[in-house]
């Protein structure tokens, strides 16, 4: 139920509300993992090129979770079958009503 105290702001005129300011804001991350991930390593190749071919080693290993990870970025997920296994009654009673 309002009264006085609860309808008077929390602070006084004047004052600030949030007194420590705006947080700061995080950057951007696809940019910063972009930049990240062109920079050149000590072999000559960027990030991103070390990272895939160390994944298609492991892939190559036997590491299925690698191969799954390189295949679903490549090809994409692959299409979910649903087989309903539940016989359904007749319709026949519709024509009753």
Do not use: D
């Not at 991103?48 to 071919?53: D, G």
Request: without cysteine; charged residues 25%; hydrophobic residues 35%.
């Amino acid at each position: 139920m309002p009264n006085a105290h609860n309808l008077r702001p929390a602070w006084k005129k004047g004052q600030s509300g949030n007194p420590q300011g705006r947080p700061k804001e995080v950057p951007e991350l696809r940019p910063l993992l972009a930049k990240l991930l062109n920079e050149p390593t000590p072999e000559g190749i960027n990030a991103a090129e070390l990272i895939l071919r160390g994944l298609i080693g492991e892939a190559a290993k036997g590491n299925t979770r690698a191969a799954e990870l390189i295949l679903k970025r490549a090809y994409g997920e692959p299409p979910r079958v649903l087989e309903l296994q539940t016989e359904f009654p007749p319709l026949s009673w519709l024509n009753e009503v």
